[in-house]
């Protein structure tokens, strides 16, 4: 069969699904076959598991206590997995707080939770990552395995029987404009009139450019969101049968997929993510029978309209103290609707609602709220995290990507559910919502807080990182040689069963993440530090440089006992190493001389001589020594035996605008001989070479530059 038989195939294909399934309309995307590696494959590869859960405390001192197992591609393994803290709970900062049955509630920090667990596979160590919780006695939660993404789920991902809307904004305007909503209120109608009217009066800046100058101004530290999540009796008792710490371990999972999104967003398309997202600052569990007045009570009988849902939470007086309020539960909305958010960018909401929102008029309009259930039963884990984050991008700013937008359908806020997300765009946000959401985020976004933590998966090397790759998928298949997120060891470091460095830590690291040799300088564990672990008495760092209490200096000072130093300026046209003698800044060529032929120092030649040679000897000079020593074997003899003893020692001489060092650092020799250090560039993410992993086969590509790749979108 060749390639156009194929194509014909394909469009007929498509055109009778059309004809024949109602409930579905076939969208033929194109990628060219350079993009295809962007995109998260769809995997039909055999994936099982038992997700019971064993204990292994006794069988090895571990911290990965429990297992289960998985089978991939027909070949077992233990998955090994340990307990872990979250990235979205912030110590000193977040809190759990219990409503009881007897009306009586409690708060407590939640800084210590530690109910998610992390593990890999024992046959694939390096090549996978689980991430989950815990629920009587069983595991649920992302297994990814050479980039290739698998749900453990109490919920097996099956066909849509209908199409399901992640949310409906003319639900809103009806609890706005229709007088026959039981939620209708004509006072906060007009309130919400006058505020817009004030907000327009403002003297302020409507202008793109002008928002995108603020929105860079405000974002230089990273900036986070501070969150209310309410986690409805429905939502433990439906959900989760009861299971308290299952509900929060869920909801918590479900924010922190969130929170990865936005954090690897670049809102502004400006040199990387922008470090945007938000942090859990409280969790209110609701196990009392009775809703309190700002929770629907539950009904398993009906449905109940998302918008009535809504208008009730923002009743909700706590709102006024947090950034933005999410109600997750477990009652079933009308019309296969799973949320409904305030969407601050819309001026048919009068442009209130969404982010930082103060109260008007008694409601609080920084409010959302999501189920995770329809008439059809519960979600699976992806489609819950999607509706999740789908609802706080509206609250951010975006309005929906509907299909007249040929540029922006088919990304994160899309109207409805995909029955399939076989691509990296179906969760990421068009360059529509970006634009908006860059706007109400100068525009409102006061309450914010500053990024105090690094956080491994934005793809910004912080405090504490080697390299940060980005989410888990995109490491395995794009970037071996930093660990994951969620890797069997710590996160964001180099890889170093595999690997020696990575290439965002600078010139030093090849594309290849093997040590670089530069000119006449070798890199070699440039990346080492000080001070030296266990206090070693030869503790080596940087490049060709040994640890003296916390300082690197170079082997060139340190074999004779000497600090290094900054070289003075001069018109040598070449670059050494200097270090300090009798307090002044000399050339270690100058320094030994001194030592060694003036000072006839026997102790500092001894010392000299326990140092191995450079292996290279291009861009270096040297300088022989000669000293007196005494045989000690014969000291008690008169006639002791005296002999001379040779050194020959070598000494760095580079020349201008080659690779240098300095104090074990990698540097450039400046036309004044002064070796000038390469910073590293931070918050950069240099491009490794292509491990680009294509689906097409072997035989296409020749004939056939751009293939079609069918997606099931939901009809509208």
Known sequence: MNIYEITNILIIYAIFDLFFNHSKVISLTIFDENQFAEYYQASNEQFSYDNKIRNRKREAKTPF?????????????????????????????????????????YTEDMSEYDELYEGYMENKPHDS???????????????????????????KPQAL?????????MDVLRMFNETNNPYYD???????????????????????????????????????????????????????????NAAISHVILTMEEANAIFRGTDFDNQDGPDNIGFYVKNVEVIESGTAPHYVETYSRRKTIPADQFLSKFSKYEALKNYCLGLLFTGQIFSDYVLGLAYVAYQKEFFRVGGV?????????????????????????????????????????????????????????????????????????????????????????GACFEPVTEPFCGNTLIEEGEDCDCGVDVECMRKDPCCTTRRSSGQSCVVNKKKYSCHPSQGVCCTKKCTYAFLDNVDCKHFDMECPCENNQKSCYCGIEGQCIGSQCHSLECARLKLYECDCEKNKQKSCQICCMVNDQCVTSMKAARYLLKQQKDVEVLKRAMSYSKPKSLKGRVYE????????KKKKKNKNKDVGKTCLRLYFFNEAVGKYCTARGSIGKCTKYSVCKIIEQRQHMFPLLESRAVSAIPSGIIPFFNIIFIKFIYLFL
């Not at 069983?138 to 297994?143: A, D, E, P, T």
């Open 65 to 105: 206590t429990y297992a289960f197992s998985i089978t991939y591609r027909h070949n077992m393994s233990n998955a090994y997995i340990k307990r872990r803290k979250s990235d979205v709970i912030l110590k000193g900062k977040s809190t759990l707080t219990v409503i009881e049955d007897d009306g009586k509630n």
């Open 624 to 631: 022989d020594y000669c000293l007196t020593l005494e045989n």
């Open 186 to 244: 004509a006072d906060l109608l007009a309130k919400l009139k006058r505020t817009y009217q004030e907000r327009m009066m403002a003297p302020r800046s409507r202008s793109s450019v002008a928002s995108k100058q603020i929105f860079q101004e405000w974002k230089k530290r990273g900036m986070l969101c501070p969150i209310l999540a309410v986690i409805d009796n429905s939502f433990v008792r439906v959900i989760h049968k009861g299971n308290r």
């Open 129 to 155: 990552s689980i991430s989950g919780y815990i629920e009587d006695g069983y595991f649920f939660g992302r297994v990814v395995i050479n980039g290739k993404v698998f749900y453990i789920d109490e919920v």
């Open 161 to 169: 029987r209908r199409r399901i809307v992640i949310d409906r904004p």
């Open 356 to 444: 930082c929102e103060t109260e008007i008029q008694g409601s609080f309009f920084n409010a959302m709220v999501a189920s995770a259930i329809t008439p059809d039963g519960k979600l699976d884990q992806l489609k819950f995290d999607v509706t999740v984050a789908h609802e706080i991008g509206h609250s951010f700013g975006s309005e929906h990507d509907e299909k007249h937008l040929v540029n922006c359908y088919g990304h994160i806020m899309s109207p409805e559910i995909f029955e399939t997300y076989q691509n990296k765009k179906q969760i990421s946000f068009s360059s529509c919502s970006r634009k908006s959401m860059i706007e109400i985020m100068a525009e409102k």
